[in-house]
């Protein structure tokens, strides 16, 4: 079972808000990744977990701030986002992070910032 | 800067045809080439991956790789309305797991 799970599906938020995107693996992944989706453009890496270390932070601004509590989640924390961080948010995970591996997807979130 | 170039497209094939989607990468260190499709609206959906030079086949889908060249394709043979998709081709780079995505080739399979 290849699946990658996030939550929520939607979301809407102010620019004052805090909200936090959750991702969710039971394949025994030790890699999750967060990548951003604008439209008619590919995926962006934001940020990479190996073993519950970060290990590639792709300067992100610091109102994006990740964070793996175990093996299995993901979370996004969002706080003042700008109506330019609109989004489809991807969650991915792979069983290592050796430069080998294939990437699994999660469905996203589609994030709409006002 | 790495970078992987796709032909945006669109492409249009006739159903039962064979679609042919190319990609080039600039990063001669590059290990393994991974084809998704991505429906609109959808998240990326692994359909092949290819690491050694020469063709991969899976079903109605082949992969195609020459390092040489820095060049990997996609075939796919008896194209089905349902195959039409934006196609992604993902290079990685030596080291850490970072995917690089070229910006997508749009195909339509006409009925």
């Known amino acids: 079972d290849t699946e990658v799970t996030q939550t929520p599906k939607h979301l809407v938020m102010g620019m004052t808000n805090k909200k936090s995107l959750k991702c969710e693996q039971h394949?025994?992944?030790?890699?999750m990744y967060w990548y951003k989706q604008k439209a008619k453009k590919p995926p962006e890496l934001m940020f990479v977990?190996?073993?519950?270390?970060?290990?590639i932070n792709e300067s992100v601004p610091s109102r994006f701030s990740p964070e793996c509590p175990n093996s299995s989640l993901l979370n996004l924390h969002l706080h003042a986002l700008q109506p330019e961080d609109s989004a489809l948010y991807l969650c991915?995970?792979?069983?290592?992070?050796?430069?080998?591996?294939?990437?699994?997807f999660g469905p996203g979130t589609r994030l709409l910032v006002l | 800067q790495k970078e992987v170039e796709q032909n945006s497209g669109p492409l249009s094939v006739p159903e039962g045809a064979i679609a042919s989607l190319n990609c080039t990468y600039s990063?001669?260190?590059?290990?393994?080439f991974f084809w998704y499709r991505q429906y609109s609206g959808k998240s990326p959906e692994l359909i092949m991956f290819?690491?050694?030079?020469g063709d991969k086949e899976d079903g109605r889908f082949t992969a195609q790789l020459n390092k040489a060249s820095q060049y990997v394709s996609l075939l796919i043979r008896d194209s089905q309305p349902s195959d039409s998709a934006t196609y992604l081709c993902?290079?990685?780079?030596?080291?850490?797991?970072?995917?690089?995505f070229g910006t997508g080739t749009r195909l339509t399979v006409i009925p």
């Open positions: 991915a995970s792979s069983p290592e992070d050796t430069g080998r591996e294939t990437q699994y």
């Open positions: 394949m025994g992944h030790r890699a």
């Open positions: 977990y190996s073993y519950e270390k970060l290990s």
């Open positions: 990063d001669r260190g590059s290990q393994s």
């Open positions: 290819i690491y050694s030079n």
């Open positions: 993902a290079v990685n780079g030596g080291g850490a797991n970072n995917l690089f």
